[in-house]
């Protein structure tokens, strides 16, 4: 199946920085989605787009979707405690979700 | 909270053992997707079931099977068990519309399976 390459695997974040991840794929993808998943808990959606070259926003998140339509990044700014979590990003073709391995993200008060 | 429930939330099986899991999917949603989350790795796709037939079914073998109702709840059943196939058990609800595409999905908090 498409295998999504997620980086960075892990980051250690200082409060208030802001953050950085993103996601490649050997396939094309008709949606980007961009989720959170705390420990214990099923993943939470942050961001889906849609389009081609579409950047989005919400609250302090921002996402791309690559032109290409083979990646998208993710951005965090102005960190805060409760951004700790695994972010996922997934594409999806018709019915599947394609999920990267994740980036977990631990911040430094 | 998405409004997806899923039940039991943990499940202890040793292997050989057959399991079945329930999720309610949110308000307004037709279909239901199976996923299945190892230790450290991202969901991986299992099957969807849309006007109570599958609808699409990722690399897993036929001892995973699942059911869809009239009230567009779902079943996730696995028939014996392995100890790989441990892991938390994810589904989630979305809308398909008349032109088949399939709406953003949205996650239940998982069912956690141990088999020993």
């Known amino acids: 199946g498409q295998q999504l390459n997620q980086s960075p695997q892990s980051m250690f974040i200082q409060e208030g920085e802001d953050v950085s991840m993103n996601c490649t794929s050997s396939s094309i993808f008709n949606t980007w989605l961009w989720y959170k998943q705390d420990p214990g808990e099923g993943p939470v959606l942050l961001i889906a787009?849609?389009?081609?070259?579409e950047l989005t926003s919400n609250g302090r998140l921002t996402a791309q979707f690559g032109i290409t339509r083979k990646d998208s990044f993710l951005n965090i700014s102005a960190s805060i405690p409760s951004d700790v979590g695994i972010y996922f990003c997934?594409?999806?073709?018709?019915?599947?979700?394609?999920f990267g391995a994740g980036t977990t993200v631990t911040v430094r008060a | 909270e998405t409004g997806v429930t899923q039940s039991p939330t943990h499940l202890i099986k040793t292997r050989g053992q057959q399991v079945t899991l329930r999720c309610s999917s949110q308000s307004g949603h037709n279909t239901v997707s199976w996923y299945q989350q190892a230790l450290g790795q991202g969901p991986q796709f299992i099957f969807q079931y849309y006007r109570e037939e599958e609808n699409g079914r990722g690399n897993f073998p036929p001892r995973f099977s699942g059911l869809q109702f009239p009230n567009y709840s779902s079943e996730l059943n696995v028939n014996a068990l392995e100890l790989d196939d441990s892991a938390l058990y994810l589904c989630a609800s979305s809308l398909t519309g008349r032109g088949g595409d399939v709406e953003t999905q949205y996650f239940g908090p998982g069912t956690r399976l141990l088999v020993l």
């Open positions: 787009l849609y389009k081609a070259g």
């Open positions: 997934a594409g999806q073709i018709n019915y599947k979700l394609s």
